[in-house]
């Protein structure tokens, strides 16, 4: 399969979660969908989260027991649509969607990976809704765990404002190609994470790109050895044995991949690399 790449990236001189550096953004093309990869947060990650490695492990992918981490977003325009994947904490995703002439009050809808607080944090403030215009489709899984299993009251907070616009939707199985939300966007089941946790696979003019929200923190171990999960996985084990089933997906389907936590810019292929994997941006 064959996939155009074409990339751009607008900078400005900022502080982006307390570092000095650059506010990027970078753009993929999917068939009809323009596809913006948004930072929101870039920092540095602490090897006590691992789960799963040994000391070697962490010797070897993670010297000096810190590693690169970002938190993005993803803007979706295509269709005459344009869609938000995941609302990171809700600081620069705004800026950045008003260098690309993007106006929140005219996004059409909010994808959510799950709700964990980087993910839905440009939802709401103060009690509205901040993209006052869209739909926000959310797993019925996720959202009876944050809302009613275990109530976490910020995410009540964050979709109350939208009120009868939250579509709840049963996410499909990876080998069933998961289930169609909007034209060319597919849902499908990546529970582990969290009990709802959701990837949405884009396609369009015969190009695929799989957003697959938490399935890694810390690419640099996690590649080469997809066993380690993060102490932020509800279920370390089913955590890991979906993102092994997902990596092998990807591989087999030769399907381009994007991640929230991926480190700029955030999208690329993934190949075998002896036991493991690795990603080539």
């Known amino acids: 399969m064959k996939f155009n790449l074409m990339w751009s990236i607008l900078m400005t001189t900022t502080v982006i979660g307390g570092i000095a550096g650059e506010e990027m953004i970078f ?122 299993s275990r109530v976490n009251q910020g995410a009540v907070n964050a979709l109350k404002p939208y009120g009868g616009k939250v579509e709840d939707f049963l996410p499909a199985d990876l080998d069933s190609g998961g289930i169609e939300l909007l034209p060319g966007i597919r849902a ?22 799989l957003i697959w929200g938490d399935l890694m923190h810390a690419q640099g171990i996690q590649f080469p050895l997809p066993d380690v999960s993060v102490t932020y996985d509800t279920d370390p084990a089913a955590a890991a044995a979906i993102r092994k089933r997902i990596l092998a997906w990807t591989v087999r389907n030769n399907v381009p991949v994007a991640g929230m936590h ?16 690795k990603l080539i941006p």
Do not use: C
């Not at 995941?86 to 009050?105: C, E, H, Q, W, Y």
């Not at 582990?192 to 990837?199: F, Q």
């Open 262 to 277: 991926l480190v700029y810019p955030a999208i690329g292929k993934v190949q075998p690399d002896g036991a493991g994997y």
């Open 27 to 148: 753009s993929y093309k999917v068939g009809q969908f323009d596809v913006y990869m948004l930072v929101e947060n870039r920092g540095q990650g602490n090897r006590s989260i691992l789960v799963g490695a040994d000391e070697a492990s962490i010797n070897r992918y993670v010297p000096g027991g810190t590693y690169q981490s970002e938190t993005n977003t993803f803007l979706i325009r295509g269709g005459g649509k344009s869609i938000i994947v995941d609302t990171g904490f809700g600081t620069t995703i705004f800026d950045s969607m008003k260098k690309l002439g993007v106006n929140p009050a005219d996004v059409d809808a909010v994808l959510l990976t799950h709700m964990h607080g980087d993910h839905i944090g440009g939802l709401a403030k103060d009690g509205k809704a901040l993209f006052a215009k869209a739909k926000v489709y959310v797993a019925q899984q996720e959202r009876e765990y944050w809302t009613i």
């Open 188 to 209: 499908i089941a990546a529970f582990g994470h969290t009990p709802g946790h959701t990837v949405f696979l884009l396609e369009s003019g015969g190009n695929k790109l």
